[in-house]
């Protein structure tokens, strides 16, 4: 099993940027793929971004492509969601989560799931 943990999220501004950290503890050595996902209430988990753990290939959802930057630390197992000009229309709880397997933009096919951070993005 592998457990995940997000940290970073809070209350902004506008313009602003933050930065999520999701670090992974137990059988790392299962991930292949890390991913960022997004819910807002009433609505479908939202894919953000996803980086394969070797390699590094990148894809982003076209509603943050060009703000947000995913990244990945191989050594320390952790995941990073770097968010520049927010909008407050990226307001949501952000989930981190892994999978042992290929790109997949499906939230449902992910295996592990962090508890989620709150962004707020006030205008």
């Known amino acids: 099993q592998v457990q995940l943990v997000e940290s970073g999220g809070g209350l902004v501004q506008a313009g602003d940027s933050l930065r999520l950290s999701c670090a992974a503890s137990g059988r790392t050595s299962s991930i292949a793929r890390w991913a960022w996902f997004r819910q807002t209430p009433g609505l479908e988990r939202e894919f953000v971004a996803t980086?394969?753990?070797?390699?590094?290939?990148?894809s982003y959802a076209d509603s943050v492509k060009g703000r947000f930057t995913i990244s990945r630390n191989i050594v320390d197992n952790t995941s990073f969601l770097q968010m520049n000009t927010l909008k407050p229309e990226d307001t949501a709880v952000y989930y981190c989560?892994?999978?042992?397997?290929?790109?997949?933009?499906?939230?449902?096919?992910?295996?592990?799931w962090g508890p989620g951070t709150r962004v707020t993005v006030s205008s």
């Open positions: 980086i394969s753990r070797f390699g590094g290939t990148t």
């Open positions: 989560a892994a999978r042992p397997g290929g790109f997949n933009p499906v939230s449902t096919t992910y295996n592990y």
